[in-house]
Antibody, heavy 117, light 110 residues
Framework: EVQLVESGGDLVQPGGSLRLSCAAS????????MSWVRQAPGKGLEWVAN????????FYVDSVKGRFTISKDNTKNSLTLHMTSLRADDTAVYFC??????????WGQGTLVTVSS | QTVVTQEPSFSVSPGGTVTLTCGLS?????????PSWYQQTPGQAPRTLIY???TLSSGVPDRFSGSILGNKAALTITGAQADDESDFFC??????????FGGGTKLTVV
């Protein structure tokens, strides 16, 4: 069974940094693109970033370029999102998702990031 | 800036059929965008329903189907049930590693 478990969400001040992690199990992690998708309170889903199977290609939504970094450790079956220069509008539940056929076929339960002073 | 459009809300009667759509603010949606559909209830993670326009995700009942209707992607639910009442999101792959979600449709079964 595919399992994705996010962690690392917290309350952080504007301008601060945070590192989110996603522990994957139940599938061959090294064979899949992976993504982070977020959802602000009461809002819709927003794709944030994705990373190729071997980590050699990464893509970001414009609003996080230069501030967020996605990475993948295939030896530890772990996906990470390093977030810096956090802003109030980064407040959201962050989901880890597995990519398949240009879609998101498995999801974690999410971790809440709150940016507030 | 690419905007993916969805109806903000829709109603369907129990047992009825409803079609939700997913369009582009400029241009047409085709299979080239690999449209996918997700269902979400409050406080829960999204559930994948459809990918690659019309492929049913594992475990999803065949009451759900996907297609291209005119210049939009479409999600059709037949025999609507009370527990279909939820938010539905579509996503399009823009072909450059980037995905864009629509704003979502809140479906009411009443």
């Amino acid at each position: 069974e595919v399992q994705l478990v996010e962690s690392g969400g917290d309350l952080v001040q504007p301008g601060g940094s945070l590192r989110l992690s996603c522990a994957a199990s139940g599938f061959t992690f090294s064979s899949y693109w992976m993504s982070w998708v977020r959802q602000a309170p009461g809002k819709g889903l927003e794709w944030v970033a994705n990373i190729k199977q071997d980590g050699t290609e990464k893509f970001y939504v414009d609003s996080v370029k230069g501030r967020f970094t996605i990475s993948k450790d295939n030896t530890k079956n772990s996906l990470t999102l390093h977030m810096t220069s956090l802003r109030a509008d980064d407040t959201a539940v962050y989901f880890c998702a597995r990519n398949w056929r240009s879609a998101f076929d498995s999801w974690g339960q999410g971790t809440l990031v709150t940016v507030s002073s | 800036q690419t905007v993916v459009t969805q109806e903000p809300s829709f109603s369907v009667s129990p047992g009825g059929t409803v079609t939700l759509t997913c369009g582009l603010s400029s241009g047409s949606v085709s299979a080239h965008y690999y449209p996918s559909w997700y269902q979400q209830t409050p406080g829960q993670a999204p559930r994948t329903l459809i990918y690659n326009t019309n492929t049913l995700s594992s475990g999803v009942p065949d009451r759900f189907s996907g297609s291209i209707l005119g210049n939009k992607a479409a999600l059709t639910i037949t025999g609507a049930q009370a527990d279909d009442e939820s938010d539905f999101f579509c996503a399009l792959s823009m072909g450059n590693g980037i995905s864009v979600f629509g704003g979502g449709t809140k479906l009411t079964v009443v």
